[in-house]
């Protein structure tokens, strides 16, 4: 019976895949043929139907061929061509900037920084003085370490520690205070995504729509100066769910336990090959921050080369400094690693449907705005920030934050700019950037939350259940505080 179960499956999702594909293709093919409404070009008809069939792939399938599917059909447009798809996609600085960061902060990764860091929190002396306690800096470390690493990466790179944790305390799978410690990797991992634009997709695709539709930029100290407060407080109001809420028992935890100094111990002393990788991360990342907060003339000529220099020149200096007669970063294996090819090649395609969706010659942005308006007039900024912030925190929730982080501020912003200025586009979509980051709750927003719920350590339903709660607050937050708090950064 169980063979049967586990050939009818894959039969099953290939039928599913199968019918899917389909209808796709027939969206695309039926925008492409039908006459358009009034106020439309035959061109924004057909990116129109683009964007709604490989949004359709996107949420059903995958991100892998639907996001080469996007480009091939974007390239059938008449006003646009192959050669203005592949520039506005591969040719893109986001997309360049993302390519290099991936590369850059793989070799970091492979540094025994990350490890110590983290062991550094949970064995300290404070962490050991009460398993609240440990709680709270086991997840510090992930927020800190996750502001700067790609959330896959960190996620894989903590489960050991958090594994061998498990061990050290004696906690067995079912346990409450074991399920609490791996839900709260997995929302860190997502929230801490969502707190800086380094090595992070999703706030970078909210910035990169903003910056199509308006012409103005966003830049990375002014995101961070709203996402880094906000995130503490939405960390903080984790932290207070899980104590009064879940708050699962935590006797029998002893703390004191020698291997936990051991685990300390194993990791070597810091080489002299990854102090000069530290060293260059550090640099990297100040070529990123001070040009939006110190304001002199050599920070605004770095800023003018835009963000993917600073990676860039992090890998050259990495390849020329050698250790042990080898460069400090292994060119071939952080291109195969190090980059999540399926996310950035996604990101070549929103950045294209972006980028064919504001073009003004084929004005379907206007089209829809002046569609969205009749509805969107009446209601109140509050419940608009409200509605968009609701509707990003259940997509991000239950499908891919991506595609959130595209879609919500495609259709938010031109909201925003049609309200007189009563909402801040650039606000609304630094919250939806942070917001479209989160979603942890269902095993389709992100891969490593269907590992944990998976694992065993915890459960999908607690994921579920927990994960929709802390989207609640987190809307509330970003709404309440959030907003307001970027709108004064960024107006």
């Not at 893109?92 to 850059?104: S, V």
């Not at 002299?272 to 040009?291: D, N, S, Y």
């Amino acid at each position: 019976m169980k063979e049967e179960k586990k050939e009818k499956a894959p039969k099953d999702k290939s039928l599913k895949e199968l019918v899917c594909t389909i209808i796709a293709f027939a969206i695309i093919a039926l925008f492409f043929f039908l006459d358009p409404p009034s106020g439309l070009s035959a061109d924004g008809m057909k990116v129109l139907g683009i964007f709604i069939g490989i949004l359709f792939l996107w949420i059903t399938i995958g991100i892998g061929w639907p996001s080469l599917l996007c480009l091939l059909a974007l390239a059938l447009v008449p006003s646009l061509g192959m050669s203005t798809v592949l520039t506005s996609s591969f040719g893109n600085q986001t997309f360049a900037f993302l390519l290099f960061t991936f590369m850059f902060t793989y070799a970091f990764s492979q540094t025994g920084y990350v490890k110590k860091i983290a062991l550094g929190f949970v064995t300290s002396k404070y962490a050991r003085k009460s398993p609240w306690r440990f709680a709270l800096m086991f997840f510090a470390a992930v927020i800190i370490i996750g502001c700067f690493m790609s959330p896959t990466v960190l996620y894989f790179v903590i489960l050991p520690i958090l594994t061998e944790i498990y061990s050290i305390l004696k906690l067995e799978k079912g346990n409450k205070y074991a399920s609490m410690l791996m839900m709260g990797l997995v929302f860190c991992t997502s929230l801490s995504s969502g707190m800086t634009p380094i090595a992070h997709v999703f706030p970078v695709l909210s910035m990169n729509v903003y910056e199509s539709l308006t012409g103005n930029v966003i830049n990375y100290g002014q995101y961070m100066m709203f996402a880094i407060p906000v995130g503490l407080l939405i960390f903080a109001a984790m932290m207070l769910v899980f104590r009064f809420l879940m708050n699962p028992s935590t006797k029998g935890i002893d703390l004191q336990s020698k291997e936990l100094d051991k685990m300390k111990k194993e990791i070597p002393p810091a080489t002299r090959g990854e102090k000069m990788v530290l060293a260059t991360f550090v640099l990297v990342i100040a070529l990123w921050v001070l040009p939006s907060l110190i304001d002199i003339k050599f920070f605004e000529w770095i800023d003018g080369f835009g963000t993917a220099m600073p990676p860039l020149l992090g890998i050259i200096i990495l390849s020329i400094l050698k250790y042990e007669k080898k460069p400090l970063i292994n060119i071939n294996e952080s291109m195969v690693k190090g980059v999540s090819w399926p996310s950035i090649i996604m990101v070549a395609a929103t950045l294209s449907l972006g980028a064919a969706m504001t073009n003004s010659s084929i004005g379907l942005t206007k089209y829809l705005s002046d569609s969205i308006a009749p509805i969107t007039s009446n209601l109140s900024p509050i419940l608009l920030l409200l509605l968009f912030g609701l509707w990003a925190g259940l997509q991000s929730n239950v499908s891919s934050h991506m595609v959130t982080a595209q879609l919500v501020p495609t259709i938010a912003v031109p909201v925003a700019m049609a309200s007189g200025g009563a909402l801040g586009a650039a606000a609304i979509t630094s919250v939806i950037g942070l917001i479209a980051s989160t979603g942890s709750a269902a095993p389709p927003s992100m891969p490593y939350v269907a590992v944990a719920g998976s694992s065993g350590w915890t459960t999908s339903s607690s994921l579920l259940k927990y994960g929709f709660l802390m989207m609640f607050i987190i809307i509330f937050i970003s709404a309440f505080i959030g907003y307001p708090l970027a709108d004064i950064i960024m107006r």
